[in-house]
């Protein structure tokens, strides 16, 4: 099958689009390919809209409205990974669509006297598929949280695909607004495997970041600010005292959680205790790499010592993070995607292909150890094109 999987993170970088080749054979590992890869940029107006959205008290109507242009920059990123590849859209199998996560609700909420859980991307998988006229598989959270898991992470069924190693423990570390690791152990048996989302990754770095320049940076480029400041250790011990890090896994997280209302307070914090904006990104920094170190020191490493830890998101380029990293989860050797031949950038879209091709061919995906869920499922809901219901 030749398909387009499509993603666009917490960091709201851009759309990351993959086509991608994929073969199942019962019996044996699957066969993929990597075609082309590319990233349509937000567009400014829309990537405040999308911010906007993921805070609290949103109106409705906002969020609504926001799933057209969403779906058509979706569309529009399908369109241009088969242009880059040379491919028609005719020619394409399957889109899968991950969407853009508003809102991400996996632990029970009291609400209008009862208790409910539930997940929200924006994206609308119909829409995508009139415009791109192929077939799209969207909503992949839902057949997981139905079955009594968290709906995520599901990025962990492919990374055991991609990664894994017959002999070697290793990890995969995403590194994007939210930093998620994935165990993988020798052999890649999805039982033995553990994921979950450890806490902040980029994201409360890029709120003080966009804070401090008004809007015009996004992200502390390769760590300049961070490296010029000094972690406060006291506030470091009060922030990794949320009961967030020593919740066992499953568990995930998102902008709900760390987003620019916890960045401003640190950052508030900091300030009040005198320290400078560079001592307010080096805090950020830490917690990042602490947190992260912690959940490895509780949950990772008694199950397996790693020979390797594979660093992937936006975080993976920065060199003051990873160099934090390094020393942290030393002696494991620190790598990354592009040394498995895929780029940094398109690693969760080329997993949200692979997921795709596995409901389309009747096999499950959803990782339990990862989730939570009760049972396995097949994950997404099908939307079709005017060509195929006419």
């Known amino acids: 099958m030749l398909i387009i999987g499509l993603m666009s993170g917490t960091s709201l970088d851009g759309i990351d689009a993959a086509l991608v080749d994929v073969a199942l ?4 590992a699957p066969r993929w390919r990597v075609e082309c890869a590319h990233q349509t940029a937000w567009p400014d107006p829309l990537r405040d809209a999308l ?6 008290h949103t109106p409705l109507q906002e969020i609504v409205a926001l799933g057209e242009p969403v779906a058509r920059m979706f569309a529009a990123a399908a369109s241009a990974v088969a242009a880059r590849a040379g491919v028609l859209l005719e020619e394409i199998d399957l889109i899968a669509s991950h969407g853009q996560t508003i809102w991400h609700q996996p ?3 009291a609400i209008g006297g009862t208790t409910g859980r539930g997940t929200l991307q924006l994206g609308t998988p119909a829409l995508i598929a009139n415009l791109t006229g192929c077939l799209t598989l969207a909503d992949f959270r839902a057949a997981d949280m139905a079955a009594g898991g968290q709906g995520a992470p599901l990025v962990p069924f492919a990374d055991l695909i991609l990664f894994s190693d017959p002999v070697e423990a290793r990890s995969v570390q995403n590194l994007g607004g939210i930093a998620n690791v994935t165990l993988l152990p020798p052999g890649g048996d999805p039982a033995e495997s553990l994921a979950f989302d450890s806490g902040p990754g980029n994201m409360v770095m890029d709120g003080i970041a966009t804070e401090l320049s008004a809007g015009e940076q996004r992200c502390d480029h390769n760590g300049a600010l961070a490296g010029r400041g000094r972690a406060d250790g006291v506030l470091l011990a009060d922030l990794l005292a949320d009961a967030y890090f020593a919740a066992p ?3 995930s997280t998102g ?17 009040r205790r005198r320290g400078s904006n560079a001592d307010a990104m080096a805090t950020a920094l830490s917690l990042t790499v602490e947190s992260i170190g912690q959940a490895y020191d ?11 830890v594979i660093l992937g998101g936006g975080g993976a380029a920065n060199p003051v993070l990873v160099a934090g990293l390094r020393k942290r989860l030393a002696p494991a050797r620190l790598t990354t995607h592009l040394e498995f031949g895929i780029e940094d950038s398109a690693k969760e879209a080329v997993a949200f292909a692979l997921l795709a091709a596995h409901t389309m061919h009747g096999y499950p995906s959803n990782v339990r150890a990862a989730t939570g869920a009760a049972h396995l499922a097949l994950l997404g809901s099908l939307s079709f094109p005017p060509a195929l219901t006419a």
């Open 255 to 271: 902008r709900e959680r760390y987003g620019r209302d916890y960045a401003l307070r640190l950052l508030a914090e900091v300030r």
């Open 249 to 251: 896994p499953p568990k």
């Open 298 to 308: 509780r949950w990772i490493l008694p199950r397996h010592r790693l020979a390797t």
């Open 107 to 109: 632990d029970a909420l």
């Open 51 to 56: 911010l906007r959205a993921c805070a609290p």
């Open 25 to 28: 054979v019962s019996g044996s």
